[in-house]
């Protein structure tokens, strides 16, 4: 999974879900490349609608298990989580609903973006100088001798050298989608995805790696569609 999708910075996102799920209380042990493997405090929420509409949304039985990066590199990042996430319509109010979903993924904040490697070639062209007491170069004034290293002098000549950058951009946010179940006409009752062994595959992030559940419920009536967001607790990949 290339980041490909900017929108917030890794931080913001990770301030506003913190917020989100702290009300929940403290989880007994983050999931960290220290502690690679565990459960992950879910959360609950509810929506209530003018019209008597109740509905809950929740993430339960979350597990993580963050596994060494398969190209054996800093750059790529890979974890397997297990939950369950359920809709619950508490009540109707009195509306006939037409339809309800649920949807389950992951938002994945990498802090820096690995742009890649450039590279270029530098010959003496540039500046006219010789190494010597008091020669004058293009620049309009003598070459300390102190500068000859940095500037990689050969032969009294400005010889040729190789550069290489590496192109960093920064902090990006992709939400990834891992399933989606809809009913039609939904009553009072319960509906929601269970998964297991979901992967996370992050590429190309030289920076710290997060990722938050969430499961989304969405009720539509002929008069309005209404949704809730329930978020996990941060897994720390890097």
Known sequence: ????????????????????????????AQVTPQNPSGPVKGATQTLTSP????????????????????AGD??????YVDGNATGRILATGGNALESASIEV???????VHDGGFESWIGTNQSVGATVGG?????????????AIGGLGLVNGQLGTSQNQVIKTAPGTVTLVSQDV?????????????????????VSGCIGS???VAYATVKVSSRSYDDAKTAYSE???LA
């Open 74 to 79: 800093n750059k790529s990042r890979l974890a």
């Open 51 to 70: 019209e008597g509409l109740r509905v809950q949304v929740s993430l339960a039985d979350l597990k993580a298990r963050i596994f060494p990066p398969l």
């Open 105 to 111: 993924g992951y938002l994945v904040a990498c802090g």
């Open 181 to 201: 179940k809809a009913i039609k006409d939904p009553k009072a009752e319960s509906f929601g995805i269970r998964f297991k062994e979901k992967r996370i595959s």
């Open 234 to 236: 941060i897994i720390r």
């Open 209 to 211: 790696v997060d990722a």
């Open 1 to 28: 999974m290339n980041f490909t999708k900017p929108a917030a910075t890794a931080a913001l996102v990770s301030a506003l879900v913190l917020a989100a799920v702290s009300v929940g209380g403290p989880a007994a």
């Open 134 to 146: 008091g020669a004058a170069g293009a620049l309009g004034g003598p070459i300390p001798a102190g």
